[in-house]
Each structure stands twice: as C-alpha cells, then as structure tokens.
C-alpha cells in the first residue's frame, strides 16, 4: 500500500501520524525462516541477515516497514547503498557487523496464519504493539495525534517527512490510496549542469542531467536529476545543452558509475531543483528539475 502526496496535514482524531523514513520500503514475512521483499517483489533476504532472529520469537508474521541504517539517529540510504544488492551472505554476515540495519515495522499483515489485511489500520496497529518487538535490529516506531506538529518536528530534525494514516482504513495492496497522505519536505536550490545522458535505447531523448556546485576546489558533484525532464522540458534543456559539449569532465570528481555514457558539457547553464536533503556522500537526495535559470550564470 502507498501513500498519496497531500496537501495539508489532516487533523482530528480519524487521523494518526507517523515519521516519513528514508530507507527501503520492505515486506518481511515472519517464519521458520525470514524472507524479505522489496516494493519490486525483489527477494533480498540473503543482504539483511540480522532480521533472520526474527524467527526465533516462533510468531507467524506478515510486516510491513522501512529498513533503515541509523548513523547518528538520522538514516542514512548511503550506508543501505552497500547492502541492498548483496547476494554473498558471508558478506552480507560481515556488513551486519560494520553497517547494521534496524527494521521500523509500521504495520502487521498477518499474525498467526490470519490475514488482517481487511482490519482497520487501527486494529493492525494495537496488534502491532502488542507483538513486543523492540531490538537493535527491529523497532515499532510510535505514532502521534498532532501531525502539524510532527511535521514542524521532523523539519527540525532534518528527517524526511509525515505519513498520514486514517484509523479506519483497510490495507490496499498496490494501491497508492488517499487513506495513507504523505507529506515529504523537499528543498529547492540552483545547480551547475555539468553533464547528460540520453534515455536509455535513445541517441536523442534526454535522460538525466548531473549536477554540481561551485567550491573553492572546484565544481563538486551533487548526482543526477532525470524527473521532470520528460517531453518539452527536455527538449528545451538539450537544445542549451548541445553546443556546450565538451571533452572532459568540468567536475572535480564523479563517481564512474556515472560517468559511464554522459556527455560533458562547459559548467555554464543552472537549473533549479527540489530536492529532500543532501545525503552522507553529498547526493541530492530524490532530486525533480523546475526549470532552467535564466538570470543566474553558471
């Protein structure tokens, strides 16, 4: 079940209000062993095996949650980078050790072979808490009644954002329902285009630009932008793009994963952009292109 972006925090008591995580969106499914899947039905059990000891409670469980690497009580997604694509377990044993994961688990599925997918959220949540899970590796985040306030809060906090749930509400599976509003808080800047690439199987559609930002070293990489690029925005950008090629790099350092493909370009158009933070490694976190800056040279 996904949540829709709202526009105002809802208020009343038909609404509880939860911390939007920034992680890997996972359902965990509680057994003789544990299997952990993604939001793209990607089985990746092997990369997680501190959730295995989930087992030994002997419960019978469906949850759902957001796997999170903890690094000074803000996640982090670059230490979940490491992780999420382990298929070696004697690796993944090793990553447990130096970059553990904590489990939030934000709702129950099933318990004990009954589905509860058809129970309100709020009978969901008081079995939830009654399940007792509270470890290193695995936590049941609390819920508030004033989301206003909780957004105000997560802002201070630089978390990512507010999740909405209304306490009446079955479990839609797939679906991107209006019973769940999420409320991101995103962040709007100006970035040097230092580089593109074309969408993938096209020598003319463009794909992503990367981005950077002027320091006394130098132009530093800030990642790649592709949403909001699509049709007519597109058009527009590779048209100011296309005589600025250049040879090499303008930036000081790109990793090459992305540097595979691009097309450098001189440091001369900015461009706008919201994004959710910067992340550990200096990333825009979930950038969105806004436009082009026409009063700001590069």
């Known amino acids: 079940m996904l949540a829709t972006k709202g526009e105002r925090v809802p208020r009343g008591e038909a609404w509880s209000h939860e911390v939007k995580w920034d992680g890997i969106r996972a359902l965990v499914d509680v057994g003789e062993r544990v299997r952990v899947w993604t939001r793209t039905e990607r089985d990746v059990s092997v990369a997680f095996p ?27 997604l670059a230490g979940l980078a490491d992780r999420i694509h382990l298929t070696n377990a004697g690796k993944a044993r090793r990553l447990a050790d130096t970059a553990p994961i904590t489990l ?20 969901r949540r008081e079995r939830l808490e009654a399940l007792g899970l509270d470890d290193v590796s695995w936590q049941v985040p609390p819920t508030y009644g004033d989301g206003e306030a909780l957004l105000a809060g997560v802002r201070e906090q630089g978390l990512e954002g507010v999740v909405s749930k209304k306490v009446t509400s079955r479990y839609e599976w797939g679906a991107r329902s209006r019973s769940w509003l999420k409320f991101p808080l ?89 994004y959710l933070r910067i992340t550990a490694d200096g990333r825009l976190r979930q950038p969105s292109f806004r436009g082009v800056r026409e009063d700001v040279d590069g």
């Not at 959730?51 to 690094?71: K, M, N, P, T, Y």
């Not at 318990?111 to 309100?120: F, K, M, V």
Request: net charge negative; proline share 4%.
């Open 50 to 76: 501190e959730l295995q000891a989930l087992s030994h409670a002997g419960c019978d469980l469906l949850l759902d949650g957001e796997i999170v690497r903890l690094g000074d009580g803000v996640p982090s």
């Open 104 to 123: 939030l688990a934000f709702d129950v599925l099933r318990a004990e072979g009954r589905d509860l997918s058809r129970e309100p959220w709020a009978v």
């Open 186 to 274: 995103r962040t709007t800047g100006s970035y040097v285009v230092g580089g593109y690439r074309f969408e993938t199987d096209s020598a003319s559609r463009l794909g992503a630009v990367l981005l950077g930002e002027r320091t006394g070293s130098g132009l530093v990489f800030r990642g790649r932008v592709g949403s909001g690029l699509a049709g007519r925005s597109g058009r527009a950008v590779a048209r100011l793009l296309e005589p600025l090629r250049r040879a090499d790099s303008p930036f000081v350092e790109v990793p090459r994963v992305d540097a595979l493909g691009t097309v450098w370009v001189e440091p001369q158009v900015v461009v706008d952009v919201d």
